[in-house]
Each structure stands twice: as structure tokens, then as C-alpha cells.
T-cell receptor, first 114, second 115 residues
């Protein structure tokens, strides 16, 4: 069975500081990994996805994530936080099966302090 | 504009009163799915559909029904809602092309409260 663990339900950074949101997965086969962002009262928007091509994946809004198989991690980073980055972030994994279900982590709420 | 729409966005109802949450997508996607989001649990899949007239259970299907009579629509039906179905519900869709990593596009969500 696959699962996703996001360390830290709340992360607070100062504007301009590095953003690091942690995600570890467990999967018996090479997974497909995703990061989604949810702004208040909105649906989920895809930030980036890993599909077994390059291990460093660049997404929208300056975010990127690195797939590390040895650490079973897919941490999300952004060099310099902006106030508009305040949102909830979800890491998700999908096996290559017919069900195509995404297994989500419990989410990390990012606060950006001025 | 490519989008997934859900209606209603907010709903307060009482135990046992049947309700339907509609979901529609304009991207000609074959695959559609319903998730519920609860604090601390992330999103969990309720039901999914690979194409018209093809539906199957997800991780938490109890108390829910779905139908897929048209490609664009995938309504979620609660025949007899109970308070433990109070949640935030998301519909999602994606294509099922040759690449199996097709992005799932999410609707804006429906916040349901069952009293």
C-alpha cells in the first residue's frame, strides 16, 4: 500500500526566506508524485509532478521539488517566500494502477510573515 | 476556460434528507473522481469513474452513490446523509491518455454540513 507523510502541519517563514515543506512516501513500486496547493476557499491546483524523468522538478510560482529515491522523499522548496505563497500544500502519490487514485498527505499550512 | 464545476458550493442539510452534489467538466476527460477532505486526513477518494457507465468504489464509499450517464457529469448522491458525512467534497477529472500520469483537475469544492 502507498502512503504519504508530510512533516509539520504548520510551517511559518518570513517573507524572502527559504520555504521547505517535507514529504516522504512509501510505495512498493516507483510512484508518481505530486504537490498541490490549496488557497483559502478554493480547490486544489497542481504545483508540480514527478513522472520518473528528471529528479529535480520545477513547478509554477518558483517552486521546485527533488525526488530522492534513497530517502523516499519529495520535498518542496522555494528560495524566497512571498506573501502570496500562504496556503495549504498537499503532497500526493499515485500508483500506476487503473484506479488512478491520489493518496494525499495530511497537508502543511504555510504562513508567511511580513 | 477549462474547468471543473461543482454545485452547490455550500450546503447545510439535516440527517436523512437525500441530496445530490453535481460535478461537471468541460475538458472531455474520461476519468472523474470524488474526494472528501477532513482536517488532518488529507483527501480520500470516495468513488471514481473511468468512463461513461463505468464506476467503482474508492477508499471511503460507504453512504455514497454515483452515476456516470454522460461523459461530462459525475454527480455524488447521499441517499440518507448522516453527521459523519459533514466534510469538504472535491470532484476531479483527468484524461486517460497513453501517459498514466495525467494531471487531475479539481473543482472548487462543496462544503457540506449535516445536522
Amino acid at each position: 500500500a502507498q502512503s504519504v507523510t508530510q512533516l509539520g502541519s504548520h510551517v511559518s517563514v518570513s517573507e524572502g526566506a527559504l520555504v521547505l515543506l517535507r514529504c516522504n512516501y512509501s510505495s512498493s513500486v516507483p510512484p508518481y508524485l505530486f504537490w498541490y496547493v490549496q488557497y483559502p476557499n478554493q480547490g486544489l491546483q497542481l504545483l508540480l509532478k514527478y513522472t520518473s524523468a528528471a529528479t529535480l522538478v520545477k513547478g509554477i510560482n518558483g517552486f521546485e521539488a527533488e525526488f530522492k529515491k534513497s530517502e523516499t522523499s519529495f520535498h518542496l522548496t522555494k528560495p524566497s517566500a512571498h506573501m502570496s505563497d500562504a496556503a495549504e500544500y498537499f503532497c500526493a502519490v499515485r500508483m500506476d494502477t487503473g484506479r488512478r487514485a491520489l493518496t494525499f498527505g495530511s497537508g502543511t499550512r504555510l504562513q508567511v510573515q511580513p | 476556460e477549462a474547468q471543473v464545476t461543482q454545485n452547490p458550493r455550500y450546503l447545510i442539510t439535516v440527517t436523512g434528507k437525500k441530496l445530490t452534489v453535481t460535478c461537471s467538466q468541460n475538458m472531455n476527460h474520461e476519468y472523474m473522481s470524488w474526494y472528501r477532505q477532513d482536517p488532518g486526513l488529507g483527501l480520500r477518494q470516495i468513488y471514481y469513474s473511468m468512463n461513461v457507465e463505468v464506476t467503482d468504489k474508492g477508499d471511503v464509499p460507504e453512504g455514497y452513490k454515483v452515476s456516470r450517464k454522460e461523459k461530462r457529469n459525475f454527480p455524488l448522491i447521499l441517499e440518507s446523509p448522516s453527521p459523519n458525512q459533514t466534510s469538504l467534497y472535491f470532484c476531479a477529472s483527468s484524461s486517460t491518455g497513453v501517459t498514466s500520469t495525467d494531471t487531475q483537475y479539481f473543482g472548487p469544492g462543496t462544503r457540506l454540513t449535516v445536522l
